[in-house]
Protein backbone atom coordinates (compact mmCIF):
# COMPACT_ATOMS: atom_id res chain seq x y z
CA UNK A 1 0.00 0.00 0.00
CA UNK A 2 0.97 3.56 -0.80
CA UNK A 3 1.43 6.27 2.22
CA UNK A 4 3.13 8.98 3.06
CA UNK A 5 5.88 9.30 6.23
CA UNK A 6 7.94 12.28 7.92
CA UNK A 7 11.25 9.93 6.34
CA UNK A 8 14.47 11.59 8.17
CA UNK A 9 13.79 14.71 9.33
CA UNK A 10 10.82 17.22 10.28
CA UNK A 11 9.78 19.68 7.50
CA UNK A 12 6.86 19.22 4.55
CA UNK A 13 9.78 18.84 1.96
CA UNK A 14 10.17 15.54 3.60
CA UNK A 15 7.09 14.22 3.55
CA UNK A 16 7.60 11.57 0.86
CA UNK A 17 5.49 8.97 -0.60
CA UNK A 18 6.33 4.87 0.51
CA UNK A 19 5.27 1.73 -0.10
CA UNK A 20 4.56 -0.73 2.99
CA UNK A 21 2.76 -3.81 3.23
CA UNK A 22 -1.16 -3.63 3.50
CA UNK A 23 -2.11 -4.81 7.26
CA UNK A 24 -3.62 -8.07 8.63
CA UNK A 25 -6.03 -8.02 11.08
CA UNK A 26 -5.49 -9.35 14.52
CA UNK A 27 -8.36 -11.02 16.58
CA UNK A 28 -10.06 -7.63 17.27
CA UNK A 29 -8.85 -5.54 14.37
CA UNK A 30 -10.86 -4.16 11.53
CA UNK A 31 -8.79 -3.04 8.06
CA UNK A 32 -9.91 0.05 6.76
CA UNK A 33 -9.50 1.50 3.01
CA UNK A 34 -9.21 5.43 3.83
CA UNK A 35 -11.29 6.84 1.23
CA UNK A 36 -10.73 10.84 2.66
CA UNK A 37 -8.94 12.60 5.20
CA UNK A 38 -8.83 15.90 6.63
CA UNK A 39 -6.21 18.34 7.82
CA UNK A 40 -5.43 19.97 11.27
CA UNK A 41 -3.66 22.76 12.16
CA UNK A 42 -1.97 19.69 14.34
CA UNK A 43 -0.97 18.21 11.20
CA UNK A 44 1.42 21.28 10.15
CA UNK A 45 3.02 21.55 13.51
CA UNK A 46 3.89 17.91 13.78
CA UNK A 47 5.03 17.91 9.75
CA UNK A 48 7.11 20.89 11.02
CA UNK A 49 8.90 18.82 14.01
CA UNK A 50 7.19 21.46 15.96
CA UNK A 51 4.34 19.62 17.75
CA UNK A 52 6.76 16.67 19.24
CA UNK A 53 10.64 17.72 18.17
CA UNK A 54 11.54 14.49 19.79
CA UNK A 55 8.83 12.31 17.74
CA UNK A 56 9.87 9.21 16.35
CA UNK A 57 10.53 9.25 12.10
CA UNK A 58 9.31 7.90 9.93
CA UNK A 59 5.84 8.66 11.19
CA UNK A 60 2.69 8.47 9.12
CA UNK A 61 1.10 12.13 9.91
CA UNK A 62 -2.87 13.10 9.77
CA UNK A 63 -5.70 12.06 12.79
CA UNK A 64 -8.75 12.40 10.48
CA UNK A 65 -9.71 9.41 8.57
CA UNK A 66 -12.82 7.81 7.02
CA UNK A 67 -12.91 4.87 4.90
CA UNK A 68 -14.19 1.18 4.21
CA UNK A 69 -13.61 -1.96 5.90
CA UNK A 70 -11.85 -4.25 3.79
CA UNK A 71 -11.29 -7.36 6.08
CA UNK A 72 -12.33 -7.96 9.53
CA UNK A 73 -10.62 -10.20 12.26
CA UNK A 74 -11.85 -13.59 13.33
CA UNK A 75 -13.05 -12.52 16.42
CA UNK A 76 -15.29 -9.07 15.21
CA UNK A 77 -18.83 -9.76 14.67
CA UNK A 78 -19.56 -5.87 14.89
CA UNK A 79 -18.46 -4.58 11.36
CA UNK A 80 -18.25 -6.10 8.28
CA UNK A 81 -16.76 -5.60 4.67
CA UNK A 82 -18.02 -2.25 2.72
CA UNK A 83 -19.39 -1.04 5.81
CA UNK A 84 -18.25 2.90 6.18
CA UNK A 85 -17.03 4.06 9.02
CA UNK A 86 -14.79 6.87 10.86
CA UNK A 87 -12.09 6.41 13.09
CA UNK A 88 -11.99 8.54 16.15
CA UNK A 89 -8.95 10.54 17.09
CA UNK A 90 -7.45 8.70 20.05
CA UNK A 91 -8.84 5.38 19.34
CA UNK A 92 -7.99 4.33 23.34
CA UNK A 93 -10.71 7.25 24.43
CA UNK A 94 -14.11 5.50 24.37
CA UNK A 95 -15.25 7.26 27.38
CA UNK A 96 -15.11 8.53 30.80
CA UNK A 97 -12.01 11.09 31.42
CA UNK A 98 -8.88 11.47 29.64
CA UNK A 99 -5.36 9.71 30.77
CA UNK A 100 -1.71 9.41 29.58
CA UNK A 101 -2.63 6.20 27.87
CA UNK A 102 -5.74 7.54 26.47
CA UNK A 103 -3.78 9.77 25.41
CA UNK A 104 -0.95 8.10 23.91
CA UNK A 105 -3.35 6.92 21.46
CA UNK A 106 -3.77 10.09 19.24
CA UNK A 107 -3.02 9.21 15.31
CA UNK A 108 -0.22 11.03 13.32
CA UNK A 109 1.52 11.98 16.47
CA UNK A 110 2.83 9.30 19.00
CA UNK A 111 1.63 6.51 16.61
CA UNK A 112 1.27 6.43 13.27
CA UNK A 113 -1.86 7.91 11.51
CA UNK A 114 -4.14 7.89 8.09
CA UNK A 115 -2.37 9.41 5.27
CA UNK A 116 -2.05 6.10 4.11
CA UNK A 117 -4.46 3.89 1.85
CA UNK A 118 -4.70 1.11 4.36
CA UNK A 119 -4.96 1.49 8.73
CA UNK A 120 -5.97 -1.25 10.80
CA UNK A 121 -7.93 0.03 14.32
CA UNK A 122 -9.42 -2.20 17.14
CA UNK A 123 -12.86 -3.02 16.04
CA UNK A 124 -14.50 -1.18 19.09
CA UNK A 125 -12.83 1.95 18.45
CA UNK A 126 -14.59 2.50 15.82
CA UNK A 127 -17.84 4.71 14.29
CA UNK A 128 -20.54 3.98 11.33
CA UNK A 129 -20.22 7.26 9.34
CA UNK A 130 -22.85 9.69 9.22
CA UNK A 131 -25.06 8.52 6.42
CA UNK A 132 -25.84 11.61 4.91
CA UNK A 133 -21.83 12.63 4.29
CA UNK A 134 -19.77 11.59 1.42
CA UNK A 135 -16.39 10.09 2.92
CA UNK A 136 -15.01 13.61 2.43
CA UNK A 137 -17.44 14.93 4.78
CA UNK A 138 -17.51 12.17 7.56
CA UNK A 139 -13.43 12.55 7.29
CA UNK A 140 -13.52 16.06 8.98
CA UNK A 141 -15.22 15.23 11.84
CA UNK A 142 -12.58 13.06 14.59
CA UNK A 143 -10.69 15.90 15.70
CA UNK A 144 -11.95 19.44 15.11
CA UNK A 145 -16.08 18.57 14.69
CA UNK A 146 -15.52 16.50 18.18
CA UNK A 147 -12.97 18.98 20.01
CA UNK A 148 -16.09 21.88 19.11
CA UNK A 149 -18.95 19.62 20.83
CA UNK A 150 -16.91 18.82 23.62
CA UNK A 151 -15.69 22.21 24.24
CA UNK A 152 -19.67 23.56 23.87
CA UNK A 153 -21.49 21.08 25.57
CA UNK A 154 -19.56 18.51 27.43
CA UNK A 155 -17.32 20.99 29.14
CA UNK A 156 -18.42 24.47 27.93
CA UNK A 157 -22.29 23.24 28.94
CA UNK A 158 -23.67 25.66 26.18
CA UNK A 159 -27.86 26.75 26.85
CA UNK A 160 -30.21 27.90 24.77
CA UNK A 161 -30.16 31.73 24.14
CA UNK A 162 -25.99 32.01 25.94
CA UNK A 163 -24.11 34.26 23.62
CA UNK A 164 -21.09 31.98 22.38
CA UNK A 165 -17.38 34.04 21.05
CA UNK A 166 -15.54 31.75 18.15
CA UNK A 167 -12.21 32.80 16.55
CA UNK A 168 -11.16 32.69 12.92
CA UNK A 169 -13.27 30.51 10.21
CA UNK A 170 -10.85 27.28 10.65
CA UNK A 171 -12.19 23.90 10.95
CA UNK A 172 -12.98 24.04 14.98
CA UNK A 173 -14.85 27.57 14.90
CA UNK A 174 -17.06 26.82 11.53
CA UNK A 175 -18.01 23.41 13.45
CA UNK A 176 -18.34 25.64 16.81
CA UNK A 177 -21.08 27.98 14.60
CA UNK A 178 -22.65 25.37 13.41
CA UNK A 179 -23.49 23.43 16.92
CA UNK A 180 -23.72 26.91 18.28
CA UNK A 181 -26.76 27.82 16.39
CA UNK A 182 -28.41 24.43 16.28
CA UNK A 183 -28.18 24.86 19.89
CA UNK A 184 -30.10 28.11 20.15
CA UNK A 185 -26.84 30.15 21.14
CA UNK A 186 -26.12 33.67 19.96
CA UNK A 187 -22.82 33.68 17.90
CA UNK A 188 -20.17 36.30 18.13
CA UNK A 189 -17.84 35.38 15.07
CA UNK A 190 -14.19 37.26 14.72
CA UNK A 191 -12.19 36.69 11.72
CA UNK A 192 -8.79 38.42 9.76
CA UNK A 193 -10.91 38.74 6.36
CA UNK A 194 -14.66 40.52 5.71
CA UNK A 195 -14.96 38.28 2.94
CA UNK A 196 -14.82 35.44 5.45
CA UNK A 197 -17.14 37.28 8.03
CA UNK A 198 -19.46 37.76 4.97
CA UNK A 199 -19.97 33.50 5.09
CA UNK A 200 -19.90 33.03 8.63
CA UNK A 201 -22.99 35.83 8.54
CA UNK A 202 -24.11 33.21 5.82
CA UNK A 203 -23.81 30.42 8.13
CA UNK A 204 -25.85 32.11 10.92
CA UNK A 205 -22.97 34.36 12.98
CA UNK A 206 -24.94 37.03 14.45
CA UNK A 207 -22.43 39.27 14.98
CA UNK A 208 -18.96 39.70 13.46
CA UNK A 209 -15.77 41.77 14.02
CA UNK A 210 -12.33 42.07 11.97
CA UNK A 211 -9.67 41.77 14.43
CA UNK A 212 -7.43 43.09 12.21
CA UNK A 213 -9.28 46.18 11.48
CA UNK A 214 -10.34 46.41 14.84
CA UNK A 215 -7.03 44.81 17.33
CA UNK A 216 -8.89 45.77 20.41
CA UNK A 217 -12.28 43.52 19.35
CA UNK A 218 -12.81 42.53 22.93
CA UNK A 219 -13.93 45.85 23.45
CA UNK A 220 -16.69 45.49 20.48
CA UNK A 221 -17.53 41.89 22.00
CA UNK A 222 -18.45 43.43 25.17
CA UNK A 223 -20.59 46.33 23.22
CA UNK A 224 -22.62 43.54 21.43
CA UNK A 225 -23.64 41.51 24.68
CA UNK A 226 -24.78 45.39 26.64
CA UNK A 227 -21.32 45.35 28.49
CA UNK A 228 -21.74 41.79 30.14
CA UNK A 229 -20.00 39.92 27.72
CA UNK A 230 -20.02 36.19 26.56
CA UNK A 231 -21.17 32.84 27.85
CA UNK A 232 -18.69 30.70 26.69
CA UNK A 233 -15.74 30.92 24.18
CA UNK A 234 -14.34 28.24 22.31
CA UNK A 235 -10.52 29.84 22.72
CA UNK A 236 -7.88 28.72 19.62
CA UNK A 237 -5.87 31.78 19.34
CA UNK A 238 -3.94 30.63 22.84
CA UNK A 239 -1.29 32.81 24.33
CA UNK A 240 -2.24 35.90 22.28
CA UNK A 241 -5.57 35.93 22.61
CA UNK A 242 -6.55 35.14 25.69
CA UNK A 243 -6.13 37.71 27.81
CA UNK A 244 -8.51 39.62 25.53
CA UNK A 245 -11.22 37.13 25.44
CA UNK A 246 -10.61 36.80 29.50
CA UNK A 247 -11.89 40.65 29.00
CA UNK A 248 -14.55 40.19 26.80
CA UNK A 249 -16.34 36.85 29.11
CA UNK A 250 -18.81 37.43 31.53
CA UNK A 251 -18.75 36.90 35.54
CA UNK A 252 -18.11 32.98 36.05
CA UNK A 253 -18.59 32.34 32.20
CA UNK A 254 -16.51 29.78 30.80
CA UNK A 255 -13.65 29.46 28.58
CA UNK A 256 -12.79 26.14 26.39
CA UNK A 257 -9.22 26.42 25.93
CA UNK A 258 -8.17 24.83 22.60
CA UNK A 259 -5.26 26.47 20.36
CA UNK A 260 -2.41 27.84 20.22
CA UNK A 261 -2.89 29.26 16.80
CA UNK A 262 -1.24 32.92 18.18
CA UNK A 263 1.21 31.33 20.31
CA UNK A 264 1.83 28.40 22.85
CA UNK A 265 3.12 30.65 26.05
CA UNK A 266 3.29 34.31 27.05
CA UNK A 267 1.91 36.79 29.62
CA UNK A 268 -2.10 35.98 30.64
CA UNK A 269 -4.18 38.22 32.67
CA UNK A 270 -4.99 35.67 35.32
CA UNK A 271 -7.01 38.78 37.59
CA UNK A 272 -10.23 38.29 35.33
CA UNK A 273 -10.21 35.00 35.23
CA UNK A 274 -10.26 35.16 39.83
CA UNK A 275 -12.22 38.16 39.95
CA UNK A 276 -14.32 37.23 37.43
CA UNK A 277 -15.01 33.71 38.87
CA UNK A 278 -14.24 32.33 35.24
CA UNK A 279 -13.49 28.71 34.21
CA UNK A 280 -10.67 27.98 31.91
CA UNK A 281 -10.88 24.40 30.95
CA UNK A 282 -8.34 22.49 28.64
CA UNK A 283 -9.86 20.28 26.08
CA UNK A 284 -7.79 17.68 23.96
CA UNK A 285 -10.20 16.34 21.25
CA UNK A 286 -12.66 13.88 23.02
CA UNK A 287 -14.13 10.27 23.67
CA UNK A 288 -15.51 8.35 20.95
CA UNK A 289 -18.75 8.67 23.43
CA UNK A 290 -18.81 12.12 22.45
CA UNK A 291 -18.06 11.63 18.90
CA UNK A 292 -21.58 9.22 19.00
CA UNK A 293 -23.32 11.79 20.91
CA UNK A 294 -22.08 14.38 17.92
CA UNK A 295 -22.78 12.31 15.33
CA UNK A 296 -26.45 12.08 16.65
CA UNK A 297 -27.15 15.40 16.25
CA UNK A 298 -25.16 16.06 12.92
CA UNK A 299 -28.01 13.05 11.51
CA UNK A 300 -30.97 14.87 13.25
CA UNK A 301 -30.12 18.25 11.63
CA UNK A 302 -28.78 16.76 8.42
CA UNK A 303 -25.39 19.10 9.27
CA UNK A 304 -23.25 19.21 6.56
CA UNK A 305 -19.16 19.97 7.22
CA UNK A 306 -18.06 23.39 5.49
CA UNK A 307 -15.08 21.96 3.22
CA UNK A 308 -12.77 24.36 1.83
CA UNK A 309 -11.15 22.14 -0.80
CA UNK A 310 -10.14 19.01 -1.72
CA UNK A 311 -6.83 17.92 -2.85
CA UNK A 312 -6.14 14.15 -4.18
CA UNK A 313 -3.74 11.94 -2.35
CA UNK A 314 -0.83 12.74 -4.14
CA UNK A 315 -0.97 15.99 -3.22
CA UNK A 316 -0.64 15.65 0.01
CA UNK A 317 2.05 18.37 1.06
CA UNK A 318 0.31 20.79 -1.19
CA UNK A 319 -2.53 20.53 0.84
CA UNK A 320 -0.49 20.93 3.99
CA UNK A 321 0.91 24.74 2.50
CA UNK A 322 -2.46 25.58 1.73
CA UNK A 323 -3.64 25.24 5.32
CA UNK A 324 -0.33 27.24 6.14
CA UNK A 325 -1.30 29.67 4.13
CA UNK A 326 -4.54 30.25 5.93
CA UNK A 327 -6.54 31.58 3.18
CA UNK A 328 -8.72 28.42 3.67
CA UNK A 329 -12.56 28.59 4.98
CA UNK A 330 -13.56 25.15 7.08
CA UNK A 331 -11.76 22.49 6.38
CA UNK A 332 -9.32 20.66 3.78
CA UNK A 333 -9.35 17.47 2.76
CA UNK A 334 -7.61 14.39 0.77
CA UNK A 335 -8.80 12.10 -1.65
CA UNK A 336 -7.51 9.03 -1.79
CA UNK A 337 -8.34 6.04 -4.12
N1 LIG B 1 -6.99 21.00 21.95
C1 LIG B 1 -7.46 20.25 20.96
O1 LIG B 1 -7.90 19.13 21.14
C2 LIG B 1 -7.48 20.82 19.58
C3 LIG B 1 -8.23 20.21 18.57
C4 LIG B 1 -8.30 20.83 17.31
C5 LIG B 1 -7.59 21.99 17.10
N2 LIG B 1 -6.83 22.51 18.09
C6 LIG B 1 -6.11 23.76 17.91
O2 LIG B 1 -7.06 24.78 17.67
C7 LIG B 1 -6.55 25.73 16.77
C8 LIG B 1 -7.46 25.80 15.55
O3 LIG B 1 -7.38 24.58 14.87
P1 LIG B 1 -8.06 24.41 13.45
O4 LIG B 1 -7.69 23.06 12.96
O5 LIG B 1 -9.48 24.81 13.51
O6 LIG B 1 -7.20 25.50 12.63
P2 LIG B 1 -7.38 26.02 11.17
O7 LIG B 1 -8.46 25.30 10.46
O8 LIG B 1 -6.02 26.07 10.58
O9 LIG B 1 -7.90 27.51 11.45
C9 LIG B 1 -7.04 28.59 11.50
C10 LIG B 1 -7.85 29.88 11.46
O10 LIG B 1 -7.86 30.50 12.75
C11 LIG B 1 -7.89 31.91 12.60
N3 LIG B 1 -6.85 32.55 13.39
C12 LIG B 1 -5.51 32.47 13.25
N4 LIG B 1 -4.89 33.25 14.13
C13 LIG B 1 -5.86 33.86 14.86
C14 LIG B 1 -5.87 34.80 15.90
N5 LIG B 1 -4.73 35.31 16.41
N6 LIG B 1 -7.05 35.21 16.41
C15 LIG B 1 -8.21 34.72 15.92
N7 LIG B 1 -8.26 33.82 14.92
C16 LIG B 1 -7.10 33.40 14.39
C17 LIG B 1 -7.75 32.19 11.12
O11 LIG B 1 -9.07 32.45 10.63
P3 LIG B 1 -9.42 33.78 9.81
O12 LIG B 1 -8.65 33.67 8.54
O13 LIG B 1 -10.89 33.73 9.65
O14 LIG B 1 -8.96 34.92 10.67
C18 LIG B 1 -7.22 30.90 10.55
O15 LIG B 1 -7.60 30.68 9.22
C19 LIG B 1 -5.12 25.27 16.46
O16 LIG B 1 -4.22 25.90 17.34
C20 LIG B 1 -5.15 23.79 16.74
O17 LIG B 1 -3.89 23.26 17.07
C21 LIG B 1 -6.76 21.95 19.32
Not at 171 to 189: M, P, R
Not at 204 to 224: F, H, M, Q, S
Amino acid sequence: MKLFEIRESFGLENLKLAERPTPEPAADEVVVQIRATSLNFRDLLVVQGKYNPRMKLPRVPLSDGAGEVTSVGAGVSTWKTGDRVVIPFMPAWLEGELDEGKAGSALGGAVDGVLSEFVVVRAGALLPAPEHLSFEEAATLPCAAVTAWNGLFVSGNLQPGQTLLLQGTGGVSLFGLQFGKAAGAKVVLISSSDEKLKRARALGADETINYRAEPDWEKRVLAVTGGRGVDLTLEVGGAGTLSKTLRATRYSGHVSLIGVLSGIAGDVQTGHILHKAITVRGIYVGSRAMFVDMNRTISQHQLKPVIDRAFPFESAPEALRHLESARHFGKIVITIG
